[in-house]
């Protein structure tokens, strides 16, 4: 079953584009990753699944729902964690958790056992006032207010700002817990290593447009391989051109360094002609296979 | 009902601040009436010595100024003033606050329709204005009861004093549709109170040139204390203007607030 499903969603403001026919689904169970730079259109698209923003063309239904039409009812089963989170002047932390969840129809006893667990688990006050904590610790009251009700699908917009590490690590493995009990989350992220650590799936966003989804797995192994030729001489340049699946080439005094998608007989063929002191092949990380997107 | 009562959690302190400022000053202006109404002929050449104009732009009338109704409307004007300073703070922040305090991103993420917020919210307002008319009435209603000469027409001042209550409903709504219209409120303070003097000059204006017309401008002229006073009645053509006003505020509010983008805090 699809959790998210969106069909040539599209949203401008004014008439400067915020996204374009996005088409994403997002399957139960699943942890998907949505990475690209700031202004790509991650929160734009998440903002219109939650209906703080409406769509200007386009479609889109969570649990099988219209996000238009049955958006109070979607977001029963929706825990949300913007980047940066802002609460209520002068408000206690456990005052705007229970403000929190007053809204949700669920038990309140349940929502208070998970309150007290959650608080325990993130190591966080209760009884301070939200104005005094650290940016790290408005976060945590994010992640409580987020997670208390238990939803089905956990939406996080770049969530980690703010956290150390450690703490970092104690919310990746919260997600993880979620997830393992059937949980969906979309997690949305400009930094690759989170998304490559938690996700399964992955879309990648550019100006509004999704420009690649593909499995974590599949988008690391076998695509490409970074060449770094040491060699005697300058090689000239011409030596490469022609060659299909050369990215990123570039050529100094006495060493090569490109990025090869394709065959590889190819190039070692090529390689096999120059005059090497030294050579080493890597699997790039996806910083550089994302680089590559986005030049 | 979340949200209504912790719109009245929030406003709290800021109504109670109102209701005692309201309270203490009517008993103390009122207390000056013994003073005032003891030695009338010497007060009443006082107040004849000015001008028209000034009498008209300061809405004394020479001919009710020394009755306790006439001395408590005299000063109902300036009541009206604060009262809807308070109201269009009200109305005005109770909804951008949530913009300017970047919070509409917690709270409309909420298992809630934007209906139910605007309607939480508004019934809550709605309920700290009435709560300060209840405390307008009865400081306004034991003060003329302890500082009376004689016995006054309850009716009167009943309607009198609840002219109050229109007056704040019309700044009230007018609020919240500056809260919709404008993108981003800073300070609420920085449009409230332009617009309601704005408001009370064109009353005082109104007051000189004495055009029967011109009142529609200004809910501080829907009421006429003199009026009331006579016929122990509203003027019912200022009374459904004021009801126009207030509705088409609302209504409008509703539309924009259930369409409106909510940008990123940034």
């Known amino acids: ?295 | 009902m979340n949200i209504f009562w912790q719109e009245l959690r929030f406003n709290r302190r800021t109504t109670i601040i109102w209701m005692v400022a309201f309270a203490f000053g009517i008993f103390s202006y009122m207390s000056l009436y013994t003073a005032f109404s003891h030695d009338v002929s010497q007060s009443m050449k006082l107040l004849q010595g000015f001008p028209p104009v000034v009498r008209a732009v300061l809405g004394i009338r020479i001919e009710s100024f020394f009755t306790v109704l006439g001395f408590f409307g005299y000063m109902l004007t300036y009541l009206w003033l604060i009262g809807s300073i308070q109201a269009m703070n009200l109305g005005t922040g109770i909804l951008s606050k949530e913009i300017s305090g970047k919070t509409a991103d917690f709270l409309l993420s909420k298992p809630i329709s934007r209906f139910k917020v605007l309607t939480s919210k508004l019934a809550a307002a709605l309920v700290i204005i009435i709560a300060t008319n209840i405390v307008f009435v009865t400081a306004s209603y034991f003060s003329a009861e302890v500082f009376k000469t004689k016995d006054f027409d309850v009716t009167v001042f009943a309607l009198t004093c609840l002219t109050m209550l229109f007056i704040q409903l019309f700044f009230l709504s007018l609020g919240f549709l500056i809260s919709v219209l404008v993108p981003k409120i800073k300070s609420v303070l920085a449009y409230s109170l332009p617009i309601v003097f704005g408001f009370f000059i064109i009353g005082m204006l109104d007051s000189v040139i004495g055009a029967e017309n011109a009142r529609y401008l200004t809910p501080f002229k829907y009421f006429d204390v003199g009026y009331i006073a006579l016929h122990s009645a509203y003027e019912w053509r200022f009374l459904l203007t004021e009801a126009l006003v207030v509705i088409v505020c609302v209504v409008v509010t509703y539309i924009i607030f259930t369409r409106r983008d909510i940008q990123a805090p940034v």
Do not use: W
Request: glycine share 8%; charged share 30%; aromatic share 8%.
């Open chain 1, 1 to 295: 079953m699809n959790i998210i499903e969106t069909k040539k969603l599209t949203k401008y403001y004014g008439k400067s584009l915020g996204i374009e026919n996005v088409d994403l689904t997002v399957k139960e169970g699943e942890i998907f990753g949505f990475i690209g730079p700031n202004g790509a259109g991650k929160s734009t698209t998440i903002r219109t699944l939650l209906g703080l923003i409406h769509p200007t063309s386009g479609s889109a239904t969570i649990f099988g729902r219209d996000i238009t039409k049955f958006g109070p009812e979607i977001n029963e089963e929706i825990g949300y964690l913007p980047s940066e989170v802002f609460y209520y002047d002068g408000m206690k932390v456990i005052d705007l958790i229970k403000y929190s969840a007053n809204f949700y129809k669920k038990d309140s006893r349940v929502i208070s056992k998970r309150i007290k667990e959650l608080a325990v688990y993130l190591d966080l006050d209760l009884k301070k006032k939200i104005d005094d904590l650290s940016y790290g610790n408005k976060k945590k009251v994010g992640i409580i207010q987020g997670l208390l009700h238990e939803p089905k699908l956990i939406i996080l917009d770049e969530p980690t700002g703010g956290l150390d590490p450690l703490m970092q690590q104690r919310f990746f493995d919260l997600l993880r817990q979620e997830n393992k009990k059937g949980v969906t989350i979309l997690f949305s992220s400009h930094i690759l290593s989170e998304v490559q650590k938690l996700c399964d799936r992955v879309a990648i966003i550019k100006n509004g447009k999704i420009i690649r989804v593909d499995k974590i797995s599949s988008l690391a192994e076998n695509t490409h391989k970074r060449f770094k030729l040491e060699t005697a001489v300058r090689v000239d340049k011409s030596r490469f051109t022609g060659i299909r699946g050369i990215s990123d080439l570039v050529i100094t005094d006495n060493s090569v360094s490109f990025l090869f998608r394709g065959r590889i007989n190819e190039i070692t063929k090529i390689i096999a002609s120059l005059n090497l002191t030294n050579m080493l092949v890597e699997e790039p990380d996806l910083e550089e296979i994302f680089m590559h997107y986005y030049v």
